[in-house]
């Protein structure tokens, strides 16, 4: 946790009807306000990184302990019903042998809501220590659990702190969650994803494969603070999303247990053909905020197609990586498992070098109060590669660059002494150039290990008929905490957080 300088916001966020409760412990940190002036000298008035503080475990009254020791079961269970439960401690020990059970159905969760089921729950404590025990789990379309002002840890691997599947829905609001074991990101969704909505609050992981948040639904995150401290920030699969308003994202990916990547990063974009996330367009937006990455790339995009949005936001890039690679890893088959990419940046300054390898592509939209200063393919001609400026929007080329095509005005380029070849001739700075995107095309699965569902295993969020087997999932998935070589225990799967 950061140490906090206690301000106070003019208004209280909204999210999903609810009000943002605990205004009075609105905080920022201090390096959080010195970036936040700086950012709105260069890019604007928005204020950007002022976020809401997480309750204290002793900032909650409890009135009542419920607890539950025994594996596979629930401390708080609410199926096709309206229930409420609030200044209550939930204590939950045990695990999951049924590691698909625990991670797409609801298995060993401490709160578990399902069949419809809406469920409110506010100023409450929540501890999980067990193997795929998370601790607030959302199942099934229909149903919604609404969480406020509440303190939230698990201790085991496979354990989440909000856990979305099978098209549930999750809001929530001003929540304090730290994950300490593998595969344990703070907020999770697997299979059939579903739609999570969280306003303020302090989340953090320290496990290997815990990113804060893992998307495999539509996830959006407001006036937060993400911390990773040996993961990525922020990984999307599929066709899925991960939207961050003014939030501040510290990134610090520094653990890998396998050698699926040879890069670390602060957010992923990727398809591990698991059947866990549909095939599709992922998305990753980031608006009025701050996203420090510690090591490594921040961004990193392979076998998926993607969108980047970017606007308005300081990125620091305080690792040895670059800003933007999209590549081929582990995942996928061989020749046609790049990163396809639209980049689409507006009232943003970029800085740092890009790579795009000979079975990926990019467009770079460089739109109104744009900036861009680095270089692409230094090292020469690799994935196509399309460039566009408008409203006035510039690049400030570091290096010499290699790109298949360009469309700009006369003042949009600096070359500032290097080169730049389109298509493979010289550019020559003051011209014009028009030119044409590139069309993306998205990966496409061709059986196991890394094309295909597993044997066993229902689409999309539906739950089979009777007890799932306890499924191996394919190996080559995880993204940075990707999947150990051998078979883990309790099907415990380092890629899924």
């Known amino acids: 946790m950061q140490n906090k300088i206690v301000t106070k916001l003019l208004t209280c966020a909204l999210s999903a009807g609810l009000i943002l409760s605990g205004c009075g412990n609105t905080s920022v940190s201090s390096t959080e306000t010195e970036v936040t002036d700086s950012a709105n000298e260069a890019a604007g008035s928005t204020t950007i990184g002022q976020t809401v503080s997480g309750p204290a ?10 607890e539950n020791n025994e594996d596979g079961e629930h401390a708080i269970e609410a199926s096709g019903e309206d229930a409420s439960y609030s200044n209550v401690e939930v204590i939950k020990t045990g695990d999951s042998d049924e590691g698909d059970e625990a991670d797409f159905y609801g298995d060993n969760a401490a709160i578990f809501a399902t069949d419809g089921a809406t469920l409110d729950l506010s100023e409450i404590v929540v501890d999980t220590n067990g193997t795929h025990a998370n601790d607030v789990f959302s199942y099934g379309e229909g149903t919604t659990v609404n969480i406020s002002d509440s303190y939230i840890t698990t201790a085991g691997n496979c354990s989440g702190g909000l856990m979305t599947t099978g098209g549930g829905t999750m809001n929530a609001t001003n929540l304090t969650i730290e994950t300490s074991g593998n595969s344990s990101a703070a907020i999770r969704s697997d299979r059939g994803g579903g739609t999570v909505t969280v306003t303020g609050g302090d989340y953090t992981t320290s496990g290997t494969g815990s990113p804060v948040i893992y998307s495999t639904a539509d996830v959006t995150v407001s006036n937060a603070t993400l911390t990773s401290t040996a993961s990525q920030g922020v990984v999307v699969e599929g066709n899925n999303s991960a939207t961050l308003n003014n939030v501040v994202l ?9 050698d699926k990547s040879d890069y670390y990063q602060a957010v992923m974009i990727y398809q591990s053909m698991s059947g866990d996330a549909d095939e599709g367009t992922a998305s990753f937006s980031l608006k009025d905020s701050l996203l420090n990455n510690a090591n490594g790339d921040v961004f990193f995009i392979t076998n998926t197609v993607a969108d980047i949005n970017i606007e308005n936001s300081e990125i620091n890039n305080n690792g040895d990586g670059i800003l933007l690679r999209a590549a081929a890893a582990g995942w996928g088959n061989e020749g046609a498992n790049g990163g396809q990419v639209n980049v ?21 939209y460089l739109g109104e109060g744009a900036t861009y200063s680095g270089a692409i393919n230094t090292n020469g001609e690799a994935g196509d590669v399309y460039i566009q400026l408008t409203d006035g929007a510039t690049w400030t080329l570091t290096g010499d660059s290699y790109v298949t095509a360009l469309a700009c005005d006369a003042d949009s380029i600096n070359l500032n002494g290097y080169k730049l070849y389109v298509n493979g001739e010289e550019y020559t700075e003051g011209s014009e150039s028009t030119g044409d995107a590139i069309t993306l095309e998205k990966a496409t699965s061709s059986g196991a290990p ?7 295993k229902a689409p999309s969020g539906e739950k089979p008929e009777g007890n799932p087997p306890s499924g191996e999932k394919p190996a080559g998935e995880a993204p940075s905490g990707e ?3 051998g078979t883990p225990p309790s099907n415990e799967n380092s890629n899924k957080n």
Do not use: F, H
């Open 57 to 66: 475990r002793d900032d909650i009254s409890v009135n009542e302990t419920i």
């Open 250 to 258: 510290n990134a610090d990916n520094n653990t890998k247990n396998s």
């Open 344 to 364: 689409n940046v507006k009232n943003q300054s970029l800085e740092g070098d890009m790579s795009i390898d000979d079975v990926s592509a990019m467009n770079l």
């Open 450 to 456: 890394d094309g295909g569902m597993p044997e066993g």
């Open 483 to 485: 999947k150990p070589e």
